[in-house]
């Protein structure tokens, strides 16, 4: 075997190494979330407090009706769910630096990147639970999107949420509490809030949610 072949087997072995490594912490935190069902509150009540109430509130003064103002209320909600789940995030992970479990984690022979990014991984389930919830009390009241919006619209919640909750890993690695954490979190989340006060007061979508209703 040559040279090159050897490196090339090497980085391949790496690669599954780092993908066990991750589903490995992904599990631990799918464990964590079912033994404390709390963290679950965010996604599980939000999306049904939001709708119900922005849509039996509102729904007649902007739209005329509760059913015709469901096409813009409901990925507006959306999209404000998946932007909350993730700051629980970087909360999450400031939590578990603070009790101590990561520089057990450190002292392992595993990836750096690991413990960090299978706890992102395992968010994927809040995320698509969160949307879920979301369509289902939507079309409890009169919502009737099509199939192919649906799943298209659950898969860009999910990745969004994804991804943005890389930023807010960031800050509960950096910050010093997880009450510095939230703080620097509502300071992100308030300013990316403004535009969807559009979908609740005027029923004047901006482009990202227009694009997945």
Do not use: H
Not at 33 to 42: L, V
Not at 127 to 132: L, M, R, W
Not at 136 to 160: D, E, K
Request: proline share 7%; aromatic share 10%; net charge positive.
């Amino acid at each position: 075997m040559s040279a090159a072949e050897m490196r090339a087997s090497g980085a391949r072995q790496g690669v599954r190494k780092f993908i066990g490594e991750c589903g490995v912490f992904a599990w631990r935190a799918i464990l964590k979330m079912w033994r404390t069902p709390e963290q679950f509150a965010d996604v599980l009540l939000q999306p049904i407090l939001f709708t119900a109430m922005f849509g039996y509130l509102l729904g007649g003064a902007v739209a005329g009706s509760v059913k015709d103002y469901l096409p813009t209320l409901v990925p507006g909600v959306l999209v404000m769910s998946a932007l909350t789940a993730s700051m629980a995030t970087g909360m999450q992970l400031r939590e578990d630096m603070d009790s101590g479990v990561y520089e057990r984690f450190r002292a392992l022979p595993i990836s750096r990147t690991a413990p960090i990014a299978g706890p992102m991984v395992a968010d994927l389930a809040r995320y698509a639970i969160a949307g879920i919830i979301t369509f289902g009390v939507g079309m409890a009241m009169g919502y009737r999107p099509s199939m192919l919006g649906i799943f298209g619209s659950l898969a860009l919640v999910v990745f969004a949420g994804w991804a943005l909750a890389w930023p807010f890993a960031l800050l509960g690695v950096l910050a010093r509490s997880t009450q510095a954490v939230q703080a620097l979190s509502m300071l992100v989340i308030r300013p990316a809030d403004v535009p969807f006060q559009r979908v609740r007061a005027r029923g004047n979508p901006p482009p990202v949610v227009a694009g997945i209703r």
